[in-house]
């Protein structure tokens, strides 16, 4: 029988109030049909992510012009995750090959960041992308943590995920890899909704009314 791999959360709904200064997510996991070799050798390895909304993200440079910095350049990417948290066995690179992480999109290093419109200039499309990555994980929007994940027994896992407190609300998606001897397996998901309450809905309710 194939190796099975189901998943659930301390919670489904995050709530955000005027005091929120963060919280941790707890996922867990179970292994059926494990192969009893590849657990005693530590074959298995699993990937934990939440990502957030996803909405366009503009990146601009600054130079100095006249002694005065300003905006000269910019870039915008379509459609890439506000908030984006990680937890695996060990470091993903180790567990698979980069080309193959870029395929799925796991990793703040492996995340398709395509730009918008003509870009002529292969290094500034570069530049710009390190820049995102430099400054989401400077906000602590973006984060991760290479040993998350831990196995509490031969086949079920607890992996931890930290909500930084300027995450976004909004529909969540957890995800959880099953990778064996390096490969991809399965992937499970399910929703995680972040809300505002109290004083922080009625200033969001007053902005957009």
Do not use: C
């Amino acid at each position: 029988a194939r190796e099975g791999l189901e998943i659930g959360t301390s919670t489904n709904e995050i709530a955000i109030a005027s005091d929120f200064r963060g919280a941790d997510l707890t996922v867990f996991g179970a292994l059926t049909n494990a192969d009893q070799l590849f657990l005693a050798i530590g074959h298995y390895d699993i990937i934990v992510t939440l990502e957030g909304p996803r909405d366009y993200a503009t990146v601009r440079r600054k130079e100095r012009v006249l002694g005065i910095w300003i905006n000269t350049h910019s870039m915008t990417f379509e459609q890439v995750p506000e908030s984006y948290s990680l937890a695996s066995t060990r470091e993903i690179d180790v567990i698979n090959e980069g080309a193959s992480l870029n395929s799925i999109g796991v990793g703040i290093g492996h995340l398709a960041l395509n730009p918008t419109g003509y870009v002529g200039n292969a290094v500034d499309l570069s530049d710009f992308r390190d820049a995102y990555r430099r400054l989401k994980l400077a906000s602590g929007l973006y984060q991760r943590d290479t040993s998350g994940v831990r196995f509490v027994s031969s086949s079920l896992f607890r992996a931890s995920l930290r909500l930084p407190a300027n995450i976004p609300d909004g529909v969540h998606t957890v995800r959880a890899y099953l990778f064996k001897g390096g490969e991809l397996l399965l992937e499970q998901e399910l929703p995680l909704r972040v809300v505002k309450t109290g004083l922080e809905q009625a200033i969001t309710d007053a902005a957009h009314n």
